[in-house]
């Protein structure tokens, strides 16, 4: 059976619901176990376990959250060189931008040596306002299935063992 660990951070719901779609799409291929866990609760054993990662994070002032670096800080020097060649992907949910956030996981995985199956997905949920900020968020359905398929995308690969 092989693994696809998919770690995520979300402050008001929207990438917990981009994760969740990933994680639904992944779900597609019988021969693939999906382990979807907050970013708080993973460590180095997680990552070890996996065969394929998709990270999922907020970007709140052009960074990824800070429970998300706090993941990466917690495991990057405890599984270097033991991941190398692993696949992976990433989700973003933003309010207008969400690149740096992006560019920062690129930078990470690529010390790792992980190799990226897709580009970064960016939702932006158009949120300006403080308020509109702190309101829960609700993913649209096109997004979703754009997620869901980058989960179906990774567990193909994986089945098929093209990576
Ligand atoms: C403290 C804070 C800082 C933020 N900074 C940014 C930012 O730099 N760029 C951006 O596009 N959105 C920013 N946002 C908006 C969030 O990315 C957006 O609300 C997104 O939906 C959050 O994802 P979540 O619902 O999973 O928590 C920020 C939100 C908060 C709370």
Redesign the pocket.
């Known amino acids: 059976m092989k693994k696809l660990l998919i770690v995520f951070h979300?402050?008001?719901?929207?990438?917990?619901q981009m994760a969740q779609a990933a994680a639904k799409g992944a779900c597609s291929e019988p021969e693939v176990a999906v382990n979807l866990i907050h970013a708080a609760e993973t460590g180095p054993n997680e990552l070890l376990q996996a065969d394929a990662f998709i990270f999922a994070t907020?970007?709140?002032?052009?960074m990824m959250s800070g429970m998300m670096k706090d993941f990466f800080d917690r495991t990057y020097y405890a599984v270097l060189d033991l991941i190398i060649g692993r696949p992976y992907a990433t989700l973003i949910?933003?309010?207008?931008?969400?690149e740096n956030a992006a560019r920062q996981i690129q930078r990470i995985a690529a010390g790792w040596r992980l190799k990226a199956v897709a580009e970064p997905i960016i939702v932006?949920?158009h949120?300006q306002t403080p308020e509109a900020?702190?309101a829960p968020?609700e993913i649209g359905e096109f997004d979703l299935q754009r997620c869901e398929e980058i989960g179906a995308t990774l567990s193909a690969g994986l089945t098929l063992g093209i990576y």
Do not use: M, R
């Open positions: 979300s402050k008001t719901g929207g990438t917990y907020p970007e709140n002032l052009a949910c933003a309010g207008s931008d969400g932006c949920t949120a900020i702190l968020k």
